[in-house]
């Protein structure tokens, strides 16, 4: 008994600096001194915090994406929405410069006049032209100021991750380090998170593991756990199907855009299989606790593989994944 | 491609900057200490006040064709009328209080006052400066005059002179029933002259409260409070006069003095509270002039005014007055802070507290890792603290972003547009503010007067952005971030609102460059922040990744 109580105590005090440096736990500081200063450049930003340069970026390169439906730019083009959605059943409106899952507003279907959202509630046309004007005017986007909105198509998403979700669209984030996948962790989006996938507001991280796609270790609230909250799916369970697939795309988003610290943002379509949906300079270090592991030392292996020349992407996932079977 | 110059490492050429700016600034500081005996802790028991008054006027231009003020030394002008002719010569007096003062022991007194000729008219118990000049040009005129006070003493009683003459003033025909309708009240209520006084300052204050708006003889736009008290005492044969008191303390960037009456009570002149009646020296207060003729006089101007200045300095007077001594002399090179006129310096003991604060913001994100509402929001609110104190500044700010929220919330259902919202946010504020002025006067709490100060768009952005937060991350993270911003804002008014940091930064304004330092030295600290270290308390001890191959790298 005396252990367990000490074990427990052990679990829920603060680390000590040291105890985190040997755990190998990326802080913010480090993230934006070490990587993301010196391994993004300035000038890339643009590419990868414009939803919709983005987009026309990953089409141009061909790696799969969710279908482009609109680009709004102005509220002028308003008028054109019915017209744009009449034969689309699920689209997903997002402003091009936002951050995080800010501003999106999912629409999965019709019911009537109005269109149903994510949460099967009722969305009037007049609601979602609100939305997107407000998008317009910058209230979504990072800076405050005039912003576009852009319309994709829904991805339907794929059964093997059904068990695992509470609606919303559950995604996988692959931190994309030099070129090679470092981490890589499922967001499954929860009740608590009102159907979204974000850690912050109560999703659940699953980390996944580059070698085989399986599940590693998930978390909620920083905190680890066994079992969905809502679906109640033991989470270890989890297999990421077509993961070779998907870690490619991910690794040739390096070539695309050139930032050396990267997060891929992958959601799995049930008919066109894996597809980029979109791409992050900043990624967050909640990575590192969904796999309840920190980032340096996978970074510091990472750094020993060939550089100069990189390899082409195959060749990078598979060493990735021999490092993390290694591991 | 080689290169012929070798780069140095970013990390080695801010360890030389820091080098040279920290040597520059500690040499200044070591400089003023040893030579000017600067101390580096204020001295707390015996402040030194600063007083600077400002006489501004404009002048008078001479009517046309009057030659009559023209003297007989007068050059003749050449062909056409000269434009300096149309101008009055120009003569200032102002009132000085006497050497052997009351409340204070007057030093260092001077006159700043380009293109005009000073000197010190000093009669029996009057001392006035007199500034002169023939041809002012057609601006505005500043005057400015500044002396050093200090070792306030304790005794308020002044001799009457002998002898006495007081000349009963002359009053107006229905003044003259109201003003005896007041001598009988007040004789009926008091005992002696003391309470004489006493009740008739009461009774004044009873006829205000009464008859707003009727013309009287009681205060009113024709007359002060003190002004009738003195017309009255003096009406019944007490000898009274107007004295006039100057505050030492920094609550107001620039006034005018206050108003005090003098009455003779046996046999001496004694200063008598005009707000309660109370006898005796003003507490924190030096005493201007007594009775006499007018504070300012100006001949050849109009619309003018003479604004006081007080500024506290924790140092042992004869260093302050060697610093002022010392930068007078041209050859002396130091940057010093009290050759500039006292408004500016008052100004200048707030901006130089600023990077300091500064400094703390970036420790409690980068170190502490506070996430706050905008990054400098807790500086602005702590500079708002300062005048409203920090507790209820805070209950204050967070009352109004509440209201304000709650109001916003019906504003959303209207589906404005952005700005549209944005700026019915701010208009909602301003009346939430002056809601909160009126209603905290009404129930007596004057710290509430006090929310003017607020940074207006500060408050109606915030308000968006925690409604936005709370939509779309939940209210936690809203109120985590109003806490993280309140925190960090109390961080900042402890520093802003130090004795002993606002004595070294003003006193050694190069102390900044080390703060300059610090807080480029804190930008590329790259170690782990303290909510870090709680925020990652749950990760296995067993680490699962070995490190394959963990050989030194260069990127």
């Known amino acids: ?327 | 491609m080689p290169n012929s110059k070798q780069r140095l490492s970013p990390r080695a050429e801010l360890l030389i900057l820091s080098f040279v700016l920290v040597g520059a600034a500690v040499a200044l500081m070591f400089y003023r200490i040893s030579e000017y005996g600067m101390p580096l802790l204020p001295v707390s028991n015996q402040p030194v006040w600063a007083i600077g008054v400002e006489v501004r006027f404009d002048p008078i231009r001479r009517a046309p064709g009057n030659r009559s003020t023209a003297t007989k030394n007068d050059a003749p002008t050449r062909g056409g009328v000269a434009t300096e002719a149309n101008l009055q010569p120009i003569k200032v007096s102002l009132a000085l209080p006497p050497r052997q003062n009351i409340g204070a022991n007057i030093f260092e007194e001077e006159s700043v006052a380009p293109g005009y000729g000073f000197h010190l008219g000093e009669t029996a118990n009057a001392r006035r400066a007199i500034w002169t000049r023939r041809d002012p040009g057609r601006e505005p005129q500043h005057l400015f005059y500044s002396m050093l006070v200090s070792a306030l003493s304790d005794s308020d009683k002044a001799a009457v002179e002998s002898p006495l003459r007081i000349t009963p003033p002359v009053l107006e025909a229905d003044e003259r029933s109201s003003i005896q309708g007041l001598i009988d009240l007040a004789r009926r209520r008091s005992s002696d002259r003391t309470s004489l006084v006493q009740q008739l300052l009461v009774a004044l204050d009873e006829e205000a409260g009464l008859r707003e708006g009727e013309p009287g003889i009681v205060p009113s736009e024709k007359a002060t409070k003190v002004e009738t008290a003195v017309r009255v005492l003096l009406s019944a044969g007490i000898p009274a006069r107007m004295a006039r008191i100057l505050p030492l303390d920094e609550e107001q960037a620039s006034r005018s003095l206050v108003e005090w009456l003098d009455v003779v009570v046996d046999g001496h002149w004694r200063l008598v509270n005009p707000e309660d009646g109370s006898f005796g020296i003003p507490v924190g207060a030096m005493v201007w002039k007594r009775g006499g003729s007018s504070l300012l006089d100006v001949e050849g101007g109009r619309r003018s005014s003479a604004r006081f200045t007080v500024v506290r300095h924790a140092l042992p007077a004869a260093v302050v007055s060697r610093g002022i001594a010392g930068d007078r002399n041209t050859s002396n090179p130091i940057f010093s802070i009290q050759q500039v006129p006292h408004r500016q310096q008052k100004l200048f003991k707030m901006l130089l507290l600023i990077p300091l604060a500064a400094l703390a913001i970036v420790f409690m994100r980068n170190l502490v890792g506070v996430l706050t509402s905008g990054t400098f929001l807790p500086l602005l609110l702590s500079l708002a603290f300062l005048e409203t104190g920090l507790l209820p500044g805070i209950a204050m700010f967070v009352l109004i972003v509440a209201a304000g929220m709650l109001l916003r919330g019906y504003l959303s259902h209207l589906n404005l547009l952005l700005v549209a919202r944005i700026s019915a946010a701010l208009i909602i504020v301003v009346f939430l503010m002056v809601l909160f002025s009126v209603i905290s006067w009404r129930i007596g709490w004057f710290q509430g007067l006090k929310i003017s100060v607020f940074p207006l768009v500060i408050i109606a952005w915030t308000i968006e952005r925690l409604a936005i937060t709370i939509e779309e991350e939940g209210p936690r993270d809203a109120l985590l971030e109003l806490g993280g911003t309140l925190l960090v804002s109390a961080v900042c008014f402890g520093i802003v609102s130090n004795r002993w940091a606002e004595h070294v930064v003003f006193n050694f304004p190069e102390s900044n460059i080390i703060v300059l330092v610090l807080t480029l030295w804190l930008g590329t600290y790259s170690g782990y922040r303290l909510t870090e270290l709680y925020r990652f308390r749950h990760l296995d001890s067993a680490s699962r990744i070995s490190v394959t191959d963990a050989s030194s790298h260069k990127t």
């Open chain 1, 1 to 327: 008994m005396p252990s367990l109580t000490r074990w427990l105590k052990l679990l829920r005090r603060p680390r000590t600096p040291r105890e985190l440096s040997r755990l190998g736990v990326l802080g913010m500081n480090a993230r934006n001194h070490q990587f993301v200063q010196t391994l993004n450049p300035r000038d890339r930003y643009p590419l990868v915090d414009n939803k919709w340069l983005t987009k026309l970026a990953l089409e141009r390169w061909g790696i799969p994406t969710p279908r482009q439906i609109a680009h709004l730019t102005c509220q002028a083009d308003l008028r054109h929405l019915e017209k744009l959605t009449r034969n689309v059943r699920g689209f997903a409106v997002k402003p091009c410069k936002g951050a995080g899952g800010k501003g999106i507003l999912v629409i999965t279907g019709r019911k009537n006049e109005d269109f149903v959202g994510a949460n099967g509630r009722a969305v009037s046309l007049a609601r979602l032209r609100g939305h997107i004007a407000n998008t317009l005017s910058g209230m979504h986007s990072l800076t405050g100021r005039k912003d576009a909105a852009l319309l994709e198509e829904l991805v339907v998403f794929s059964e093997a991750l059904d068990r695992y979700t509470y609606q919303g669209v559950p995604d996988i984030r692959v931190l994309v380090y030099r070129g090679y996948p470092a981490f890589a962790m499922a967001r499954l989006p929860t009740s608590e998170a009102n159907g979204k996938a974000n850690l912050h507001q109560g999703a659940v991280g699953v980390g996944i593991d580059l070698a085989t796609g399986c599940a590693l270790n998930a978390c909620q609230h920083n905190r680890a756990l066994r079992r969905h909250p809502d679906t109640g799916v033991d989470l270890l369970s989890l297999k990421v199907p077509e993961w070779q697939p998907a870690l490619e795309m991910a690794t040739r988003c390096w070539e695309m855009c050139g930032l050396g610290y990267l997060g891929a943002d992958i959601v799995l379509d049930a008919n066109q299989g894996p597809m980029v949906l979109e791409l992050n300079a900043r990624p967050g270090l909640s990575i590192q606790i969904a796999n309840g592991c920190g980032l340096r030392h996978r970074l510091a292996a990472i750094d020993a593989l060939p550089h100069d020349p990189t390899p082409r992407p195959k060749e990078r996932v598979r060493l990735a994944r021999q490092l993390a079977a290694q591991a």
